[in-house]
Nanobody, 122 residues
């Protein structure tokens, strides 16, 4: 499956952004979908995951209560709604697809989007 993430940008602290990730190439509903982020000089960290049907979600503690992951299987798209953004949320955000595991580990995902940059100013 091919993934394309978009929707990043520059936002002030306390603001909101909605990231989207469009999938093509294979049946989108076969995949558990995750969002990860990578700040400059740091490792890629888990943000959120949603299962194939959209009925289960898991979040990193750092974003719980502020971010929401959702999906629309009819549109082959997964979303990450980000509210109450903080400067520490600044990173490149990546969507990823796993046809097997529902996982918080980047190693479980075989398909990755190109990343979209989110910058939160203080």
């Amino acid at each position: 499956v091919q993934l394309q993430a978009f929707g990043g940008g520059l936002v002030q602290a306390g603001g909101s952004l909605r990231l989207s990730c469009a999938a093509s190439g294979r049946t989108f509903s076969m995949y558990n979908m995750g969002w990860f982020r990578q700040a400059p000089g740091k490792e890629r960290d888990f943000v959120a995951v949603i299962n194939r049907s959209g009925g289960s979600t898991t979040y990193a503690d750092s974003v719980k209560g502020r971010f929401s992951i959702s999906r629309d299987n009819a549109k082959n798209t997964v979303y990450l709604e980000m509210n109450s953004l903080k400067p520490e949320d600044t990173a490149d955000y990546y969507c990823a697809a796993s046809d097997s595991a529902y996982s918080t580990l980047a190693s479980a995902y075989r398909s990755w989007g190109q990343g979209t940059q989110v910058t939160v100013s203080s």
